[in-house]
């Protein structure tokens, strides 16, 4: 399914679990993952349907190691926010590394 512009979402299988990824820029970034914690459980499984999505909101059914079932909603970034998140970053790095130290 894509996204907005060239990020792309799939849910997809890899050695240790399932989940649904994000394809942006040919960055790969998890959205959710089996083995990860939701409600109280762990995720067992998740899938999407072709109609899952709603700008950057994509509904997903999900199965519980509890036994527990249901839909998820999660929200995919924007780029402009990846970018803002990395950037801010940096500069709180540069300031705790390159801060003027006050003597006393």
Known sequence: MSVSGSNVVFEGTYSTGS?????SGGSLVPIVTSGESL?????????????????????????????????GIAIVPEPSTWAALLGGVGILAGFTRFGRRIKV
């Open 19 to 23: 989940g649904i990824f994000l394809d």
């Open 39 to 71: 409600f109280g459980g762990k995720i067992e499984s998740v899938s999407i349907g072709t109609s899952a999505m709603s700008g950057n909101e994509i509904a997903f059914d999900y199965t519980l190691t509890t036994g527990t079932n249901g839909i």
